[in-house]
């Protein structure tokens, strides 16, 4: 992994993730706090009004604060809680408990979608999701994420959504049953959509990993903010895990995989740099999400060692995807040319 350059602070009205309590921002767009309780999304005071989201895991509690330094504007509207400030919006909504989520998921995901759009902000470019017993068997037979990955599939197909506007995305799970999601998305179109030569493109993944594939890519590119919004990602190589359950290796394969999809070949093929840009890479904020409490030193260290020092480093104790991952990572970083 490439060493980060010195972080650059202060109001701007860029669109910037920081890991800290929400009374410290002044503008929050939205807030997701992860807690060992959990709520439904809401608007709430932080001293100003932001939509807010709790998820339950087994980690330290810290906020996730997205921002503009702009006036926010928040509501709630079919069952959707959202704050947006002129270009950029921020949405959360939930599923209840169900004995399979498909057709809720697809719903409520065009539901999600639509009230963006109906905001004035279609282009969605960034998305978690936290779902419950994850890698447990549904009454179908299907492991939870499976059947989520059904009805986002769906939900995907019915907005006609092409591989190429696929949001990045984040999806491990979460103490409570239901899902819960929440999406960044903005009035202005451009998004690019940044794939891993290292891994193949969910989108191709074989029918052994679920019916429906997991419709995402590995990172979106804002070319107007030179920002990179990187997906989670774990130790997979084309489709398949590297190095089940052994932690080490794990670590070393999904910096590896980091570092192929922010490297200046993958970045050139993309089109996010040109062929005489350094496009070297400034990371901000990253989340670390580890199956273990027992294993967050080890990765804490690890991280330190990749990222540097100032980067903000939050880390999640939750399952994940497939039972065999320990480790998964996301990133917000910016280029340089």
Same mark, same amino acid.
């Given at each position: 992994?490439?060493?980060?350059?010195?972080?650059?602070?202060?109001?701007s009205?860029?669109?910037?993730?920081?890991?800290?309590?929400?009374?410290?921002?002044?503008?929050?767009?939205?807030?997701?706090?992860?807690?060992?309780?959990?709520?439904?999304?809401?608007?709430?005071?932080?001293?100003?009004?932001?939509?807010?989201?709790?998820?339950?895991?087994?980690?330290?509690?810290?906020?996730?604060?997205?921002?503009?330094?702009?006036?926010?504007?928040?509501?709630?509207?079919?069952?959707?809680?959202?704050?947006?400030?002129?270009?950029?919006?921020?949405?959360?909504?939930?599923?209840?408990?169900a004995?399979?989520?498909?057709? %809720?998921?697809?719903?409520?995901?065009? *539901?999600? +979608?639509?009230?963006? $759009?109906? #905001?004035?902000?279609?282009?969605?470019? !960034?998305?978690?999701?936290?779902?419950?017993?994850?890698d447990?068997?549904?009454?179908?037979?299907?492991?939870?994420?499976?059947?989520?990955?059904?009805?986002?599939?769906?939900?995907?197909?019915?907005?006609?959504?092409?591989?190429?506007?696929?949001?990045?995305?984040?999806?491990?799970?979460?103490l409570?049953?239901?899902?819960?999601?929440?999406?960044?998305?903005?009035?202005?179109t451009?998004?690019?959509?940044?794939?891993?030569?290292?891994?193949?493109?969910?989108?191709?993944?074989?029918?052994?990993?679920?019916?429906?594939?997991?419709?995402?890519?590995?990172?979106?590119?804002?070319?107007?903010?030179?920002?990179?919004?990187?997906s989670?990602?774990?130790s997979?190589?084309?489709?398949?895990?590297?190095?089940?359950? %052994?932690?080490?290796a794990?670590?070393? *394969?999904? +910096?590896?995989?980091? $570092?192929? #999809?922010?490297?200046r070949?993958?970045? !050139?093929r993309?089109?996010?740099?040109?062929?005489?840009?350094?496009?070297s890479i400034?990371?901000?904020?990253?989340?670390?999400?580890?199956?273990?409490?027992?294993?967050?030193?080890?990765v804490?260290?690890?991280?330190?060692?990749?990222?540097?020092?100032?980067?903000?480093?939050?880390?999640?104790?939750?399952?994940?995807?497939?039972?065999?991952?320990?480790?998964?990572?996301?990133?917000?970083?910016?280029?340089?040319?």
């Amino acid at each position: 992994m490439r060493q980060p350059t010195a972080r650059q602070d202060g109001p701007s009205d860029r669109l910037t993730c920081v890991l800290d309590a929400p009374g410290g921002v002044q503008h929050p767009l939205g807030v997701v706090r992860y807690t060992t309780i959990s709520s439904s999304p809401a608007v709430r005071s932080h001293p100003g009004k932001a939509p807010t989201v709790d998820v339950a895991v087994r980690s330290t509690q810290f906020a996730e604060v997205w921002t503009t330094n702009r006036r926010v504007t928040a509501g709630q509207a079919n069952g959707v809680t959202y704050g947006h400030d002129g270009e950029y919006a921020f949405c959360a909504a939930q599923v209840p408990a169900a004995a399979s989520y498909g057709s %809720d998921v697809r719903d409520a995901y065009i *539901t999600a +979608f639509e009230t963006a $759009a109906n #905001l004035g902000y279609p282009h969605v470019f !960034r998305m978690w999701n936290l779902v419950g017993r994850i890698d447990q068997a549904n009454a179908d037979g299907l492991a939870a994420y499976q059947d989520f990955c059904r009805g986002r599939g769906v939900a995907f197909d019915k907005l006609a959504l092409p591989y190429v506007r696929l949001p990045a995305a984040t999806t491990v799970g979460t103490l409570d049953d239901g899902v819960t999601f929440y999406l960044l998305a903005r009035r202005s179109t451009g998004h690019l959509a940044v794939e891993n030569t290292r891994q193949i493109p969910g989108y191709r993944y074989p029918e052994r990993h679920g019916s429906r594939p997991p419709l995402l890519t590995r990172a979106a590119f804002l070319p107007d903010e030179n920002l990179l919004l990187i997906s989670g990602t774990a130790s997979i190589v084309g489709h398949r895990t590297a190095h089940a359950h %052994d932690l080490p290796a794990q670590c070393r *394969t999904t +910096f590896g995989n980091l $570092a192929s #999809l922010t490297g200046r070949d993958n970045l !050139r093929r993309h089109a996010v740099i040109n062929l005489h840009d350094t496009g070297s890479i400034e990371f901000h904020v990253v989340k670390v999400y580890v199956r273990h409490q027992a294993d967050v030193e080890y990765v804490r260290h690890r991280c330190h060692i990749a990222f540097g020092e100032t980067t903000d480093i939050g880390f999640v104790v939750t399952d994940l995807c497939r039972p065999d991952l320990l480790v998964e990572i996301e990133a917000t970083a910016t280029l340089s040319t």
